[in-house]
């Protein structure tokens, strides 16, 4: 059993900034990406950020590049997204994406948290 619980989001003024936490727990034997989505009201499910465990590598939306930075504590299987300069566009509820392995010879697997809402007030 493997589960991803988000923390962080909130209400927050345009300009402000955030930080979300998503720590991975249970049967995992190797993360290979963990990242975030978002899905706003009446829109599909977008990715905002990825970051590749092993290298660090990492992936944005054009449109937070400059604004949102995606980092990871690998010994706590913790992936952070630290949002600056919101935008009333930002609001949506963001969850957060791991692709991992519960074990030796398992295939990787996509897992999902339950999600956090953010707020951007204009």
């Known amino acids: 059993q493997v589960q991803l619980v988000e923390s962080g989001g909130g209400l927050v003024q345009a300009g402000g900034s955030l930080r979300l936490s998503c720590a991975a727990s249970?049967?995992?034997?190797?993360?290979?990406?963990m990242g975030w989505y978002r899905q706003a009201p009446g829109k599909q499910r977008e990715l905002v950020a990825q970051?590749?465990?092993?290298?660090?590598?990492?992936n944005y939306a054009d449109s937070v590049k400059g604004r949102f930075t995606i980092s990871r504590d690998n010994a706590k299987n913790t992936v952070y997204l630290q949002m600056n300069s919101l935008k009333p566009e930002d609001t949506a509820v963001y969850y957060c994406?791991?692709?991992?392995?519960?074990?030796?010879?398992?295939?990787?697997?996509?897992?999902w948290g339950q999600g956090t809402q953010v707020t951007v007030s204009s």
């Open positions: 994406n791991a692709r991992l392995s519960t074990g030796w010879n398992i295939p990787m697997n996509v897992y």
């Open positions: 249970g049967s995992i034997f190797s993360i290979n990406t």
């Open positions: 970051i590749i465990s092993g290298s660090g590598s990492t």
